[in-house]
């Protein structure tokens, strides 16, 4: 059956998924660069985001080639699209990656505003929902045609969907690094009440990584 997944989803050691006073020049807030240094410095993200060669091998490596598999569709909270807000002033941005987005396949992009629909080189096409997360989900699931559904985040569109436990697995890159402030992930949030569980724990050459796993049952 088709699941909802968050991978690759890179945390502070103090919770928080982006630094604070995100804007176009700091897109992950003031330090989140710092969340992802695992990521850039693998092979897989290298050859997905540069096109070249390159990189390392090893566990870290794996999960971001791990969290590729099945996906068939994607979902992102607008603030992965842009730093925009409110109603688009026009159709010139077309997101942070360029022509040719790593998505490879359809991306619903949750929005309070609508906009057509965007096409991009090497096959990503973003779609723009305005009428909230599980129409997203709908639509998402029956472009994947079976296939897992990924949660590219931001953070609060990762607890959005935690809060409505429509998220089948959650995998977390914990870097070793403090921010102090930004967007706290796990704030207001009771996982094991929502149905969660950690499934799985892996020591990583740059961070540790967590799989948090819904139950059937929750409680």
């Known amino acids: 059956m088709s699941k909802l997944r968050v991978a690759c989803f890179s945390l502070s050691a103090d919770g928080f998924g982006a630094g604070p006073n995100q804007s176009l020049d700091q897109p992950l807030g003031i330090g989140g660069m710092a969340l992802h240094q695992w990521a850039f410095a693998t092979a897989a993200f290298q050859r997905l985001h540069g096109g070249g060669i390159g990189g390392e091998a090893g566990v870290d490596n794996d999960f971001i080639e791990r969290g590729f598999d099945n996906v068939g569709a994607w979902i992102l909270g607008r603030n992965m699209f842009g730093p925009l807000r409110g109603p688009w002033p026009d159709l010139e ?6 022509e040719e987005p790593p998505y490879r396949t359809q991306v619903f992009v949750l929005t309070h505003h ?7 080189k090497g096959g990503t096409v973003f779609h723009f929902v305005s009428d909230g997360i599980r129409p997203a989900l709908e ?10 559904v990924r949660l590219g985040g931001g953070v609060d569109t990762v607890r959005q969907y935690l809060r409505a436990g429509l998220i089948d697995e959650l995998h977390l890159a914990i870097a070793p690094t403090l921010l ?3 967007e706290a992930l796990f704030v207001g949030l009771d ?6 569980q950690c499934a799985e724990r892996v020591a990583g050459e740059r961070a540790c990584h967590l799989l948090l796993r819904r139950l059937d049952k929750p409680g």
């Open 180 to 182: 102090g402030r930004g």
């Open 191 to 196: 996982l094991p009440a929502l149905g969660y």
């Open 93 to 98: 941005w077309k997101g942070w990656w360029g």
């Open 114 to 120: 609508p906009r057509p629909a965007l096409a991009m």
């Open 139 to 148: 639509r998402a699931r029956e472009a994947a045609g079976g296939r897992d």
